[in-house]
């Protein structure tokens, strides 16, 4: 990614490259700290029959045995791969507990939640992967490593329809928790140490896109859907939820569908497609709209309206969006112009603060309440980088905390920032 300052090892590899057989959709770093096993993703594929894929891809010259070859070898090697019916929506690793286990546990939705562990092939080594079989074809390739499947965890009470869930996130404060999304209103809290239903709720009017849980918190959690609004929910008290924010009348958003129709979700509303908590300032999160260019910044301390927004960056509809799992100021963002853009909102974050510790000692005037009611505008990334399609995932990598993880077509990068 191109900005005015040099990165302080000018000869380190800026991108590294990873070629997948089918378009990608889904993508996650994994979260272990050590360097390994850090540099390693899980993607899931976005194939529109019933043969899509689950693989993680690991940087080469970080295998042992590999990098020592005399060809020069790919950025990246696919270590396991599994088979999935439905494409997937969404993959996370599990968050990173500090023990000393030796497998991984991924979580993928698609139809249902389920719970993967990555363990070592036992047959990888030992089977020649010959092009010449008996039976004409070639045999499969044997991966390093296995994806065998722990869980399927499915929560259907009236009817034999399983809903299709749209997106989940896994709790790194109690990583036993898993709560995912879905096309019938509902979101879901799992137990994925007893693989029960620990409680659903209908979150929302229509159709709920995603849900992220507050970092640094085991019981509080944020949804959005179609119907344009952020609820923040308590598992503590499920009486009630909280709006925080809910999106303008449609009528005032540009850009609408250039057939000039309203998006689907309810009438007057645009839909809020994506959401998450910053990973370093808990009471932060970012959204963005269905066919918008722009990114807002909420404040769960000061409901109703942004206290930022994103704009003028993307010259496309934004898809993506990731937190800095470091630095509570910097969150990227992907979009269908092809850019992945990073943002600093260290200014505005800084005059909200200011603006809220004036009004503490003296009642604000009429012209002051109004301005703080009106999101600061930012205008400027800090970094970006031009792919060759419009990107459709982004994953900032905790345990590699200077890398981001981008997809677009077949194409995964890892972009040094």
């Not at 249902?112 to 089977?127: H, K, S």
């Not at 497609?273 to 301390?301: E, K, Y």
């Not at 994953?395 to 194409?411: L, V, Y």
Request: hydrophobic share 35%; net charge negative; proline share 5%.
């Amino acid at each position: 990614m191109h900005n005015s300052r040099q990165t302080s090892n000018s000869s380190s590899k800026e991108i590294y490259q990873y070629d997948a057989p089918w378009s990608v959709f889904a993508l996650d770093w994994s979260k272990c700290p050590h360097e390994r096993k850090a540099f390693r993703m899980a993607i899931g594929s976005f194939i529109e029959d019933s043969n899509n894929k689950l693989q993680v891809i690991q940087r080469t010259d970080l295998i042992d045995g590999v990098y020592g070859s005399s060809h020069q070898p790919r950025d990246f090697t696919a270590v396991a791969e599994a088979d999935s019916h439905y494409p997937l929506t969404k993959v996370l690793w599990e968050p990173w507990r500090g023990d000393a286990r030796n497998s991984d546990l991924l979580a993928t939705t698609g139809d249902i939640l389920r719970i993967w562990e990555l363990v070592d092939n036992p047959r990888y080594g030992n089977t020649s992967n010959s092009i010449n079989s008996s039976s004409g074809r070639s045999s499969p390739p044997y991966y390093m490593q296995q994806l065998v499947k722990k869980a399927e965890l499915v929560n259907m009470k009236q009817t034999d329809f399983c809903a299709p869930l749209t997106s989940f996130d896994w709790n790194e404060t109690d990583p036993s928790l898993i709560v995912t999304a879905s096309i019938d209103t509902t979101c879901t809290v799992w137990n994925v140490e007893t693989n029960q239903a620990k409680t659903q709720l209908i979150a929302h009017d229509s159709d709920v896109y995603d849900v992220g849980f507050m970092h640094g918190s085991a019981d509080i959690f944020a949804s959005v859907g179609a119907d344009g609004s952020v609820r923040l929910f308590d598992l503590r008290s499920l009486e009630h939820s909280t709006i925080l924010y809910e999106a303008p009348p449609a009528a005032s958003n540009v850009p609408r569908r250039s057939n000039g129709e309203y998006t689907a979700g309810n009438p007057g509303t645009f839909p809020l497609l994506r959401l998450q908590f910053n990973r370093c300032n808990p009471n932060l999160l970012a959204t963005f709209h269905m066919d918008s260019s722009a990114v807002q910044i909420l404040d769960i301390r000061y409901p109703s309206a942004p206290v930022a927004e994103l704009v003028k960056g993307h010259q496309g509809s934004v898809n993506c969006i990731s937190w800095s799992t470091t630095q509570s100021d910097l969150l990227s963002t992907g979009g269908e112009d092809s850019q992945v853009l990073v943002w600093s909102i260290q200014r505005q974050m800084a005059d909200v603060e200011g603006s809220h510790r004036h009004s503490y000692y003296q009642q604000p005037s009429q012209q002051q309440r109004h301005s703080q009611q009106l999101p600061r505008s930012v205008k400027d990334p800090v970094l970006a980088y031009t792919a060759e399609s419009e990107i459709n995932s982004l994953s900032w990598s905790k345990g590699a905390p200077e890398w981001i993880g981008t997809a677009f077509g077949k194409t995964v990068q890892a972009l040094h920032v």
